[in-house]
């Protein structure tokens, strides 16, 4: 019943909480307008799913507070939305696995994307190859080159919100370990917002964070204008800009 009330459109409210398999992913295609209330239900996965619950490409509203989780699944449960359409998200909670490597709203080259409020956790809390604005929204991840999975793996880290499309950023509390926010290509302005890297339960010395903002071309060009926030580092510089990494402008 959820599938056809999203692909048809309109104002959708969830009514139970929901478990899905890889089966159940919903595709919001182009042309479609939802505005879905999760009325404070939440939607999880199974052990083995793999990917994200919503994937769009039409224009999508988020609202009702409600949850959508895919740690369950250790290396599949990528996070909770893969945007390549109109995506606005007003509250509610997002979260992916650490050990997937993957973001909790992914907004692709292509889509735009607008957080007015919410919570996101993943490896990567936010990642945006499109057109994004946020507004607030508390950003977390404790992704770091020393996180550990079940089969003793630890390449799992990234900064907490990335970007190598166009990001504006007013407000918003973004805190990782490796790092808070890297525009690592494309063009961004920062108007406020508190930015922080932690110790991690491997390395309580903080060896292994990095930087609150990491501006650096690892692609292509990239430019970046900081109006203000607060930038907070629990090693390394709270703020690096540029690196020596080729293929881009760094």
């Given amino acids: 019943d959820l599938e056809s009330a999203l692909l048809t459109g309109g104002n959708v409210t969830l009514g139970s909480n929901l478990e899905f398999s890889t089966d159940d ?3 919001i295609p182009e042309g479609v307008t939802v505005v879905f ?4 239900y939440s939607i999880t996965v199974e052990d ?4 994200r619950p919503i994937v769009n490409y039409g224009n999508l509203t988020m609202t009702g507070n409600g949850t959508i989780d895919s740690s369950q699944s250790e290396f599949g449960g ?8 109109q995506l606005t998200i007003e509250n509610g909670t997002y979260i992916g696995n650490v050990c997937a490597d993957g973001a909790a709203v992914y907004n692709r080259e292509g889509g735009t994307a607008i957080i007015n409020g919410g919570y996101f956790e993943a490896c990567r809390a936010v990642s945006n190859d499109g057109a994004m604005t946020i507004y607030d929204g508390t950003f977390y991840t404790t992704s770091c080159n020393q996180t550990e999975d079940s089969n003793g793996g630890r390449d799992h880290w990234s900064y907490c919100v990335g ?10 509390t973004v805190t990782g370990v490796q790092g808070a926010l890297a525009i690592y290509d494309g063009y961004a302005e920062i108007y406020d917002g508190t930015f922080t890297t932690t110790t991690c339960e491997h390395t309580p010395d ?9 501006v650096a071309g690892e692609v292509g060009e990239t430019e970046a204008h900081i109006y203000g926030g607060t930038y907070t580092a629990a090693h390394k510089y709270a703020v690096y800009c540029g690196n020596d990494n080729p293929g881009g402008d760094g």
Avoid: P
């Fill in 25 to 27: 992913i919903i595709t």
């Fill in 37 to 40: 209330d999760m009325n404070g």
């Fill in 48 to 51: 083995d799913f793999v990917g």
């Fill in 78 to 85: 990528y996070g909770a939305i893969n945007n390549f359409g």
């Fill in 163 to 172: 970007s190598a499309g166009t990001l504006y950023f007013y407000d918003g």
């Fill in 206 to 214: 903080g060896s292994a964070s990095h930087y609150a903002i990491y």
